[in-house]
């Protein structure tokens, strides 16, 4: 194995489909986001992508069974089209890799007539803000517009999207296709169920489908909890009185 | 040579051929297992991998010559089928040279018949078990529970098997070969000759051959000696009462 | 994309072409001048040039657009030939990646008639002097007597020139096109004008075009200004009397 | 340029020829020998090197004119046979680097006509001895058997030995070609003429040629007294009374 492969697990066809990506990043923001997407809108695995740029490593469960590191592809059907999620383990590790894994994602999709992409990541401020906005930067001016009706947030980010979130919609753009990157605003130090709810339902929004929020809504919240409480910690000790403090490394 | 080369040494034929592998790794266990187990059955070396994914560095041995860092193919024979055991200096030093190699031998060995590949690895638990158990992790449930019956533990290990004894039945995977890799529990530390004795004879019950373990009890025993008597001073250095301890660092 | 590619971005011809370039390097010479040259000699962008080798980020503008890192190739009219002048945001990141992105852009310019290559570059002196000299070095002494005719210093430096700016001549040579490196005099601390204007004004009179230089003029003072400040800040705090020092660090 | 290649500067023919190399390592042992066999032995330049896996920089010459970092393959006459010589700045910055050139030269140099190997260089014992030996290390045992009768010491050198010089005898066992690595006796870190001159003398009895030894000799005093002087006071240092120390770092 030299180059990324993509091995399809079953044969299917696609209505109007659109490509959706929530692959390891900061705040797991789209990974938790789209995970959720193919849990509760019954996902099917389709395909799954395997890359010697991926870590020499297999990984042991807890049935006794191992499994390469790999990337999935899911079909996600909603009312007004179809969905290709990419949910997995890891990125490549190095940049002609991640290059690699990008492109062949996109030769792929455009095969089976994508012509969208969307991806999730999340935007770290290293802030806990109360109210946490839904950021996008988009690969040309027609679908930002679009997406900014939507109430996606666009040029108020600044620096480098990393990894799969940017080069998808990045080299999308060199097949003319139209690519988004949606970023959930978040702390960056933790997972982030909240900002990945927020871009979820956004996300649902943009693309015209109903999903049941729940069971995020509550896993955020008890994340929320606890994250709170960690930062209060640290923030006593960082402004604490020197009497409180017995020993700081 | 900018692929991995295999090269074969002789013809041969083969009956019902199982891949074992043996290579530098965890404990040495599966070295030290997969070296006595071509020894004493009287292996025969049939072909040399050379990669360009080895460190670029040949060995000077005792009597002046030199070779190139390799990995060898042993035919080892037995009552019920012929093995091909795979042992060697070193291992890829780069996540995409362990993916070569890995694939390159995969391809090799499935030409030559074989469609079952199992690798040997030590398992680290950071503690000097009296009775270490011989763990297994499987590519497919089938597989697993014919290990389980002869008595391999599966389910017990967690985390990550890095290298090609995890990608080989990793990638077996793919080509709908059968692949476990089986973990003699070791301390991680020191050579562990025991956890390879047991992971032998596991291996000749499950393969049905017998094999004098003599020789390789005898040097797990030696060992183990030495191994006690460190651990010993390390527990003794890190328990003892101050006054005992003149300098530590 | 597992190679750099060079994506035209409109038909185009060119008149006794010469190739110009000016990427991120010591000084920001090169890029200052070439930049300049561009948005005063009104070129016209015809090319891009992507490349896995580049870092697997994609840049987040102002407005809300994302872009894939690049190199961009501009045609540059001028009375007597077109110039074809690169710019871009980065550099390969591996030695291997700065040969295969040097090489595409030879082979592409050589297509499009291009016979010789200038690479503008800083050459760092680690002090700020009043005059700058703007040295050469050259891939033939053909090229290297025409260039000593119209002032260019050859001869003065001594050491290796890194990346594009090096192995663009130092590849020509291999195609038979002639070479050289122009390097503006340069502290190499800071993003120098004044040297990127000494090199401009070299290259317009060796090049035979006349280009308003006023605004990097302009520039230039206002940058010699800051930096001759923090100089003098540093030298005075290295010569400094001892009681004048509260804390150095 | 993806791959290394060889470029001839003119067409030739060989007589027996044998490759000698003497690229940059330990000691400059091998650099130093085959530099001035080719000076001494009027040596003519019939090939040049370029590779990625070479520093992506080039030189700048005292001249003015700047240059590919390379090996060069020069043809050296001898009564018995035409020696091909390889000498050059670098060597392959990584592992699958490294065996890519080794394998271009051998492919190069066999299709020339080639069948034997000799690659000098430095084998590091960390001292001064005042007699230095010359060791060797061959691919096959009649090569060996023909070296040891020539004085080369076989079978007292241990460990790898790192680069060109071992891979390319190493890798020539693989086109069934002879090669020996020969070793000169050397403390490492300084550059060591003698060790050179030892080797030089060897070779030159090995291949039956004449040289005239004279002017290394001359360079090889100089240097040796600088060395033993160097030595001496570090030597003085590390065993000088506490009083004599004023201060250590």
Redesign the interface.
């Known amino acids: 194995?030299?180059?990324t492969i993509i091995?399809e697990k079953k044969e299917y066809s696609l209505k109007k489909p659109i490509l959706i990506t929530g692959l390891p990043g900061i705040g797991l923001v789209g990974q938790v986001a789209a995970r959720y997407l193919i849990k509760k809108m019954k996902g099917v695995k389709v395909a799954e992508i395997?890359s010697?740029?991926?870590?020499?490593?297999?990984?042991?469960?807890?049935?006794?069974?191992?499994?390469?590191l790999k990337n999935s592809i899911y079909k996600v059907p909603t009312p007004k089209r179809d969905l290709l999620v990419i949910v997995g383990d890891v990125q490549?590790?190095?940049?002609?890799?991640?290059?690699?894994v990008?492109?062949a994602i996109l030769e792929y999709v455009y095969e089976k007539g994508v012509r969208r992409v969307i991806t999730i990541g999340g935007y770290s401020t290293g802030k806990m803000e109360k109210e946490r906005k839904v950021f996008?930067?988009?690969?040309?001016?027609r679908v930002?517009e679009e997406f900014?009706k939507k109430g996606i947030v666009?040029?108020e980010?600044?620096?480098?999207?990393?990894?799969v979130a940017?080069?998808l919609?990045?080299?999308a753009?060199?097949r003319k296709m139209d690519?988004v990157?949606i970023m959930g605003e978040t702390h960056g130090n933790y997972v982030d169920s909240t900002s990945a709810k927020n871009v979820l339902e956004k996300l649902s929004e943009i693309l015209e489908f109903k999903i049941d929020i729940g069971d995020l809504e509550k896993e955020a919240k008890t994340r929320e909890k606890v994250i709170r409480k960690i930062e209060g910690e640290i923030e006593q000790q960082m402004t604490g009185s020197p009497k409180d403090i017995t020993y700081i490394r």
Request: aromatic share 6%; with cysteine; charged share 20%.
């Open positions: 194995m030299d180059k091995v395997y010697p740029h991926f870590p020499h490593q297999v990984l042991m469960g807890k049935k006794g069974l191992l499994r390469m490549a590790i190095t940049s002609v890799g991640q290059y690699e990008a492109d996008g930067s988009a690969n040309n001016k930002m900014k666009f040029g980010t600044k620096g480098a999207i990393i990894g940017g080069l919609p990045g080299l753009r060199l690519g990157c």
